[in-house]
Nanobody, 120 residues
Framework: QVQLVESGGGLVQAGGSLRLSCAAS????????MDWYRQAPGKQRELVAG???????NYTDSVKGRFTISRDNAKNTVYLQMNNLKPEDTAVYYC??????????????WGQGTQVTVSS
């Protein structure tokens, strides 16, 4: 079984920074896309940033220039560096990863979520 374990959330003042990590463990043959989503109270979950196995990245417009997604393929870990945080970034942040257990079996998993709270 593959598990995703997130860390790095917390409370920060506006303008501050946080770094989220999401590590995948278990039997992994290959890891494809790794993404960060967030869900604020009363809102739908939205894609914040994604990164492919080759390192191509994409961001939602509201975080461009402030957030940076990266990954360490040797550790099956994805990171989200969040700078110049704003109160509207407050949400539960989830990582999502797609990959393969074997040549014939794939997975798409969510992490447990980590709370990010930005005070004004």
């Amino acid at each position: 079984q593959v598990q995703l374990v997130e860390s790095g959330g917390g409370l920060v003042q506006a303008g501050g920074s946080l770094r989220l990590s999401c590590a995948a463990s278990g039997k992994i043959l290959s890891m494809n896309s790794m993404d960060w989503y967030r869900q604020a109270p009363g809102k739908q979950r939205e894609l914040v940033a994604g990164i492919t196995s080759l390192g191509y990245t994409n961001y939602t417009d509201s975080v461009k220039g402030r957030f940076t997604i990266s990954r360490d393929n040797a550790k099956n870990t994805v990171y989200l560096q969040m700078n110049n945080l704003k109160p509207e970034d407050t949400a539960v942040y989830y990582c999502r990863a797609e990959g393969r257990y074997s040549a014939h079996n794939s997975f798409a998993l969510w992490g447990q979520g980590t709370q990010v709270t930005v005070s004004s």
